[in-house]
């Protein structure tokens, strides 16, 4: 006998799913717009920025969960945008706009959120930390020559122990999704202390290990 | 003064943990550093913040080091001795000094009966009675009775419905039913392998249970990790040991080695078809490596930081294999249970909450130490019969329960029973069973602010709501306590509270706020007063109050010019002294000293 499909409920919409899916793949799916910030597809989920929390409702207990990393449950009912999970949104936002007052995607997030004013004082980062570059480092790549160091509010990408890395390939998939584009290769390289690429025309030759690179 | 300072030592270590805090050690940590200034100018000796060295009852503690002296119960009137003594002299302060070494032996006879009267002991049952390194002593000691039981007797589904029948809860902080936890575990599908853990990472500050557990009785953890590991179907086990607790490491290890010896470990114990090891790995030492999922990232020698759950470990854990993971104190109390049944467990305790907790009873209470009492006895009990009180018999103001991230009961909620759903209506938490007393002499605002800044300092960084909202609190909570607070702040708070709380991915985020709301919804007035009044009213906050000596008063006895690290005040003896304003660290030290009252620390307006 087949086994009856799966199903859940997302903003009063019956959606069947697939094992292994989670809210934000079926919402996706199926056009409904859930905000995020450290979700890419080609990685594994990461819930960092915890921007696309929704509200589940899974027996008899409502919480708040991250969508991008909490997987469907058969009987889940879902909403994307009650008043606490867009109060919870526009908070978030508001620390991430404090932290970094001049990433584009984070000030586009902002408007789009309907947050023009932040209550705490701004500093001036270029990374919020979503996680990307190391985790395309990783996955994409192979090579985990980026990671995270230092801990909480300090928490910075660098490479391991922070000396300069040999691991590093130079092949710039950190900067090409890295969401807040703030840097080139060439500073992310000097900043991080690893290969620094020199050259023109997207060839580079690292001036560490000699050798050349594409990208740049 | 050219001549230039010369000293061995290099460093006075200030324990910064909640019970040091409380009792003064930021003014210590000041006064020390006023006096170094003051005596011995020029010489490179860094006043430092330490972590709990789990002496809280005899707080404020200061190491020096390397030498290794450790003065307890300091006061700023203590820290010009100390330097002109010890730092510049080469010699210990006697009198400061605490014994030789701090071994968890019995529990201290306080020559009060009602500390032991009420208390019920299952979990510290040995304490004190057997030689935790003589396997024989805890074998005549009823000792691994409850695990030949259950590995040559009883069915491993047998075990499981004992300890579901038994009620009890994860001791570790989240309370889960172990039973529950075992059972999900043991029909998790199987592979090959199953791990169990035994999480001995500790790190609340004011908590040293776990400690005291594996020091004073390591075969009752391992005895309680075979039973379990025989229920489950594991095949290795893990203890995972902060850092910080070389002694508690090097007698599990002995107790292991011990029990392999005898063969109550290893391949086919008790010549039966059951067979199971264990393996001791040494904590990184951050406080959030104790998160399940951080702590098993640890032991794979991945970065310590939190996973989301699902998946949980009993589905996917230890390299991915299902994976059990309880508390010291909640595998201590596996064997009697294993031993006299389910049932006799959970005669102990209230509806939803069985047997007994182990509290860590300290603060401004006569009697401190580790206490062991059946769940529901209510807080007026455990402070008033065990504790013995209020020290110096001051007025009750407030007890803060479950760690960092737990919350402040009110004086005036004293009546409730002490158990997992009490203390989370009233907004806290039971945690790993800190319980922290505060007198008349607290300021809730600055109690929060403590708490927000070591959760701060712990935060792995991870997420948004945690890592920036954290911060935030803790700017916003300094403000107020410097009397710079604004309008709109409590709301901010709130505000952010909310979000870190609702949106945090673990645990550590997730509880957070606790000290603040629950400060905020006891004790708002306090808050009020130093936002609109600019007033501290116990009188804590040194932005807000103003040393000066009450002239009607002073005897000219110059005990406070001596107490003073910065000599701010003079005066010929037997006539009225003075204060300077200017030099004042307001550290309180004179205060502290003075034996007619004729210091005052009085609030005043700023702005
Ligand atoms: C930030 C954080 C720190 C924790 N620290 C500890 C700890 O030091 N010891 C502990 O046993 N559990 C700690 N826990 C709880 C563990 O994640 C886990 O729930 C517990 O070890 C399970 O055992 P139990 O069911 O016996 O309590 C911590 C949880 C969080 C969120
Ligand atoms: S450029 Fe280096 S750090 Fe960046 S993804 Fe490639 S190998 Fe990793
Ligand atoms: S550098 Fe870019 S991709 Fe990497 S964590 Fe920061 S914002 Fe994300
Ligand atoms: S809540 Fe805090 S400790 Fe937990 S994952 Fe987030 S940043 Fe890390
Ligand atoms: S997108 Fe889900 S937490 Fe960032
Ligand atoms: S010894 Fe200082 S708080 Fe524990």
């Known amino acids: 006998m087949a086994e009856r499909a799966k199903s859940i409920r997302i903003d009063g919409r019956k959606f069947t799913f697939r094992r292994g899916q989670t809210i934000l793949g079926i919402a996706r799916e199926h056009g409904i717009d859930i905000p995020t910030l450290c979700h890419h597809e080609a990685l594994e989920p990461y819930g960092s920025c915890r921007l696309c929390v929704v509200e589940v409702k899974s027996g008899d207990r409502t919480r708040t969960m991250a969508s991008c990393v909490t997987p469907a449950g058969d009987g889940m009912v879902v909403r994307t945008s009650t008043p606490g999970i867009r109060e919870i949104r526009k908070t978030l936002i508001m620390l991430l706009l404090a932290r970094c007052p001049n990433i584009e995607s984070i000030k586009a997030m902002a408007r789009k959120l309907g947050v023009k004013k932040v209550p705490f004082p701004k500093s001036d980062e270029d990374c919020y930390l979503c996680g990307m570059c190391v985790r395309a480092c990783a996955e994409i790549v192979g090579v985990r020559a980026i990671g995270f160091a230092q801990r909480g509010h300090e928490s910075v990408v660098a490479p391991p122990f922070g000396l300069v890395s040999n691991a590093c390939i130079g092949c710039g998939t950190c900067t090409t999704i890295c969401p807040a584009r703030t840097f080139d290769l060439d500073k992310v390289f000097a900043r991080r202390g690893m290969h620094r690429v020199e050259g023109k025309d997207g060839v580079g030759r690292c001036i560490i290990c000699e050798t050349y690179y594409m990208g740049g | ?607």
């Not at chain 2, 470990?265 to 040494?282: A, M, N, Q, T």
């Not at chain 2, 509290?359 to 059946?374: D, Q």
């Not at chain 2, 702040?489 to 603040?516: H, M, Q, W, Y």
Request: glycine share 12%; net charge positive; proline share 5%.
């Open chain 2, 1 to 607: 003064m050219s001549k230039k300072a010369v000293t061995k030592t290099r460093s006075l270590s200030v324990c910064h943990g909640s019970c040091c805090v409380l009792a003064g050690a930021r003014d210590v940590a000041a006064a020390l550093k006023a006096a170094l200034k003051e005596n011995l100018p020029g010489a490179r000796v860094k006043v430092k913040k330490g972590r709990c060295s789990a002496r809280c009852g005899g707080g404020p503690v200061v190491t020096v080091e390397p030498d290794g002296t450790v003065y307890t119960g300091v006061t700023p009137g203590d820290a010009a001795e100390i330097v002109k003594k010890h730092v510049a002299g080469g010699k210990v302060v006697r009198r400061l000094a605490a014994k030789a070494k701090v071994e968890p032996g019995p529990i201290p006879a306080l020559g009060e009966s009602g500390f032991f009267k009420d208390q019920v002991l299952i979990a510290m049952r040995n304490r004190g009675r057997i030689d935790p390194d003589s396997i024989d002593d805890y074998i005549a000691n009823e000792g691994y009775l409850g695990m030949a039981k259950a590995v040559t007797e009883m069915k491993p589904e047998q075990i499981v419905a004992e300890v579901k029948k038994a009620g009890l809860r994860g001791r570790g902080g989240g309370g889960f039913p172990t039973g529950l936890k075992w059972e999900i575990c043991r029909n998790s599908p199987s592979c090959d392998d199953k791990y169990i853990i035994c999480n001995a990472d500790e790190g609340d500050p004011g908590a040293f249970m776990d400690r005291s557990l594996l020091e004073s009785d390591p075969h009752s953890v391992i005895e309680g990790m075979i039973i379990g590991a025989r229920a489950i179907g594991a095949t290795r086990g893990y203890v995972y040991v902060r850092e910080e607790y070389p002694l508690a490491c090097d007698r599990v290890i002995k107790a292991i080695d011990d029990a392999r010896a005898y063969g109550l470990l290893g391949e086919s114990i008790l010549k039966s078809d059951f067979s199971f090891d264990i393996d001791v790995v040494r904590g990184a030492g951050a406080f959030v490596c104790g998160e399940e999922t951080a702590l098993m990232a640890s032991i794979e020698g991945k970065e310590g930081k939190p996973r989301p759950r699902p998946p949980f470990p009993a589905q996917s854990g230890l390299w991915g294999k299902p994976t059990n993971v309880n508390n010291v104190e909640t595998w201590a109390n596996v064997p009697p249970i294993a031993l006299r049944g389910g049932a006799w467990y959970a005669s102990l305790g209230t509806a939803r909450s069985k047997g007994t907790k182990v509290f860590s009873l300290v603060g401004k209470v006569k009697n401190t130490g580790l206490i062991e009492v059946p769940m529901g006895t209510t807080m007026r009990q455990i402070i008033f019969d065990i504790g013995g009180g209020v020290l110096k018999d001051r007025e009750l103001k407030a007890v803060q329960t479950g760690g960092p991230s737990g919350g402040c009961i009110p004086a005036d909620m004293m009546d409730i029973p002490v158990d997992y759903e009490e203390l989370a209506r009233a907004g806290s938490i039971m945690g790993s069973g800190g319980l922290i007393v505060m007198d008349d002499e607290t300021c809730m605002v600055d109690v929060a602010r403590y708490f927000v800044e070591f959760l701060e300092d712990e935060s792995c960084g991870k997420c948004t709501p945690c890592r920036e909202g954290i911060t935030r609190m803790r700017e916003i909570l300094d403000r107020i306590v410097e009397g710079k607070g604004k309008r709109g702040d409590i709301e901010l708070l709130e505000r952010l509270a909310f979000t870190i709380k609702e949106a945090s991915l673990c645990g550590l985020g997730a509880t957070a706020p606790n000290p603040v709301l629950t400060t905020l919804k006891y004790f708002r007035d306090e808050y009020e007063a130093h936002i609109y009044k600019k007033r501290c009213p116990a009188g804590v906050c040194k932005a807000l109050i103003i040393y000066r000596v009450v002239a009607g008063k002073c005897t000219g006895c110059q005990r406070c010019v001596r107490a003073c690290p910065v000599g701010a005040i003079s005066g010929p003896r037997s006539q009225p002294h003075n204060l300077d304003q200017d030099k004042c660290i307001k550290c309180g030290a004179c205060y502290e000293v003075c034996k007619f009252d004729a210091i005052a620390g009085d609030a005043i307006y700023v702005e």
